[in-house]
């Protein structure tokens, strides 16, 4: 609603499974190859990311692909294949390492990295190998790859104009969605938080179309479109500092996202926690990163590099959470 259709599917929806087509055991640790924990825990985040296992799992883009260079599809079909059918032994990451400078190319090899950047230059990389064939897509089209299906979702911004009442909407694709989290202990809190209507007035005034002229105004964000997996970021590091708001925050195994849509009222849209991913330290430039993920059998594992081991959920839902990730 309010957004032009797709003009080509680039990959079929009902193609997309939810569930883990294949019950398995956990799959292996990850080698630390100097300050890699980042790296590692994005890693097996992903991994255990059901629709995209299933998919990598079935070498449906290797069939396919006519890349010639570098393909984040190819190399990410590689390393979950490796991980998943391999739980003997730890392995070392070298799909992904190969081509470190490439998936961003400010990251620096042995040096430690913020694991939500490696995550959005990793899903974006991916995204742009599904895009690689086809050229001059609307957008609407390009959220229809299998990547954006996956993670992908879309805002509305609503602002409204205090002087004449006239809305404007604007629509933007999204694959994962950052939270602050300084006034508030609870994921739902900073969910809230988001969508609360902020003031646009002074130097921030809205120039209204309507009364042609700049003018006092609210905007609201909301989720109108929202993805298969939701993947949040609670913002815990200061940009500018880089200390790091390290109190306990919140969250659900199941949460319900209907209060956020756009459409507020109505069946609650409900997701499930498989991962969450941790930082340990005082600062984004150290510390340590580690997740916790839901495998296929059901049963939650810490994954801390090599080491994988089984916990109760009770432990996963406990931990000063940086990333989580849930499920449709």
């Given at each position: ?6 003009k080509r599917?680039l990959?079929?929806p009902?193609?997309i499974?939810m ?11 990850l ?9 590692n825990?994005?890693l ?5 990311t059901?629709p995209l296992?299933?998919?990598?799992l ?5 069939r396919?692909?006519h890349?010639?260079g570098f393909?984040?599809?190819c190399v990410?079909?590689?390393h ?5 059918r ?9 799909a ?5 400078k490439?998936?961003?190319?400010h990251?620096q090899p042995?040096r ?5 950047d490696?995550?959005?230059c990793t899903?974006n990389?991916?995204?742009?190998s599904c895009?690689?064939?086809?050229s001059d ?5 390009q959220?229809?790859?299998v990547?954006h299906q ?6 509305r911004s609503?602002?409204t104009?205090?002087?004449?009442k006239?809305?404007s909407?604007s ?5 994962d969605v950052?939270l ?5 202990s ?8 988001f969508?609360?209507p902020e003031?646009?007035?002074?130097e921030?005034c809205f ?14 964000f909301?989720v ?7 993947t949040?970021?609670?913002?815990r ?6 200390g790091?708001i390290?109190?306990v925050?919140?969250?659900?195994e199941?949460?319900?996202l209907?209060?956020y849509?756009s ?5 609650p849209l ?6 969450v ?8 430039q150290?510390?340590h990163y580690?997740?916790?993920?839901k ?5 939650w594992?810490?994954?801390?590099d090599?080491?994988v081991?089984?916990c ?6 406990k ?9 449709r």
């Amino acid at each position: 609603e309010g957004m032009d259709p797709p003009k080509r599917i680039l990959f079929p929806p009902e193609k997309i499974c939810m569930v883990w087509q294949k019950t398995q055991n956990v799959g292996a640790g990850l080698l630390n190859m100097g300050n890699t924990c980042f790296l590692n825990a994005v890693l097996q985040c992903l991994t255990y990311t059901p629709p995209l296992a299933n998919y990598l799992l079935s070498r449906e883009h290797s069939r396919t692909c006519h890349e010639q260079g570098f393909c984040m599809m190819c190399v990410m079909e590689t390393h979950v294949n490796k991980v998943l059918r391999s739980s003997a032994r730890p392995i070392p990451p070298l799909a992904v390492l190969k081509v470190f400078k490439l998936i961003g190319e400010h990251f620096q090899p042995g040096r430690e990295e913020d694991a939500h950047d490696f995550l959005c230059c990793t899903v974006n990389a991916m995204q742009s190998s599904c895009l690689s064939a086809s050229s001059d897509l609307d957008i609407s089209s390009q959220s229809t790859t299998v990547v954006h299906q996956i993670f992908g979702g879309f805002l509305r911004s609503r602002v409204t104009c205090f002087n004449c009442k006239a809305i404007s909407d604007s629509y933007e694709a999204f694959l994962d969605v950052p939270l602050d989290i300084k006034e508030t202990s609870s994921l739902t809190g900073a969910l809230q938080g988001f969508v609360t209507p902020e003031q646009l007035d002074g130097e921030n005034c809205f120039k209204c179309s309507r009364c042609e002229k700049d003018v006092a105004a609210s905007k609201r964000f909301t989720v109108h479109c929202p993805p298969k997996i939701l993947t949040v970021c609670l913002k815990r590091f200061d940009c500018f500092t880089g200390g790091k708001i390290g109190k306990v925050v919140e969250y659900p195994e199941f949460l319900d996202l209907r209060p956020y849509m756009s459409q507020a009222e109505g069946e609650p849209l409900l997701y499930s926690l498989y991962a969450v991913l941790v930082h340990r330290g005082l600062s984004c430039q150290g510390g340590h990163y580690f997740c916790y993920i839901k495998a296929s059998n059901g049963q939650w594992y810490q994954m801390d590099d090599k080491s994988v081991e089984l916990c109760p959920i009770d432990t996963a839902l406990k931990q000063q959470a940086y990333l989580l990730f849930y499920a449709r």
